[in-house]
Structures are given as structure tokens and as C-alpha cells.
């Protein structure tokens, strides 16, 4: 399953970007993120791993996220595995004294979930929208 949608940020690119980059912070403005526990240490790259919990539609999901790429202050991915495989790239682009992130996730449910999809295609599509719109009201609010 691919979601994308984007959002323009009334802050510098620097700003948005390393207010997603604070993955430890993303329970404050992303509803699903229960927990974000950095695994390495050193600075944020490419290798970089969390623990990471979230609440799904049912449950509670524990897996680990690698950061694929980082490149400071425009594109930052990272991908999971377990209990569904899956990625997410974030781009941000100058829009005069704005930002717009454009932000894309593959999840590739396995199992039970996998015949679920369907059905989770219009939540993972409210969550995406709901989460880039907390994200700008944090970011805009000075909270990073």
C-alpha cells in the first residue's frame, strides 16, 4: 500500500526538517506514536535505529526503524520490518519563506493483515493527513 500528500509549513526548510528529524519527539504531534526510543548513538545518519512503538487500528505494534537516508535540510527515509514491511521518505522543499514537505510510506502488510488491506487503506489515508497537519501546527508553533 502507497500513501503521499504533502504540506506546506510556514517556517524555514532548516526548521521542518529537523523538527521531523526529532524522531524521539514524534509522539507529540503524531497520534499513532506511542514511542521512540533511540537504539545508536552518535550523530543522526544513515544507519541511525529506533525502537519504535505505535497504536494500530487494534493493537499495539513494537518494531524497529533504520534511517535510509538523511540529507540535511531536504530528504530523510527510513524503512521497518516486522509485523509489517514498510517505508517512509520526507522531502522538503524552499516555497519562499515556507517549507513543503512532500511525504510518501509503503506498507506491505503480511498475513492477516495483508487481506486487510483493503480496509486500511482509508485509515492509513486519514492518519497520513491528520499526522502532516499535527506536524505543520507543531512545527508552526514553535515547539522544535
Request: charge should be negative; proline fraction near 6%.
Amino acid at each position: 500500500m502507497r500513501l503521499a500528500d504533502s504540506v506546506t509549513i510556514s517556517v524555514p526548510i532548516e526548521q521542518a526538517f529537523d523538527g521531523w528529524a526529532a524522531l524521539e519527539r514524534s509522539v507529540e504531534h503524531q497520534k499513532p506514536s506511542v514511542e521512540r526510543t533511540r537504539l545508536t548513538d552518535g550523530p543522526l545518519r544513515a544507519g541511525t535505529r529506533y525502537r519504535a512503538v505505535d497504536q494500530w487500528p487494534g493493537r499495539m505494534v513494537t518494531f524497529e526503524m533504520e534511517i535510509t537516508e538523511y540529507q540535511r535540510p531536504n530528504l530523510i527515509a527510513a524503512r521497518w520490518e516486522e509485523p509489517m514491511n514498510g517505508s517512509w521518505t520526507a522531502r522538503f522543499i524552499e516555497d519562499g519563506a515556507a517549507t513543503r514537505m512532500e511525504f510518501e510510506t509503503t506498507i506491505e502488510p503480511t498475513g492477516l493483515m495483508g487481506l486487510l488491506e483493503p480496509l486500511m487503506r482509508p485509515w492509513g489515508r486519514r492518519t497520513l493527513a491528520a499526522g502532516l497537519d499535527s506536524f505543520r501546527r507543531w512545527v508552526e508553533g514553535g515547539n522544535c
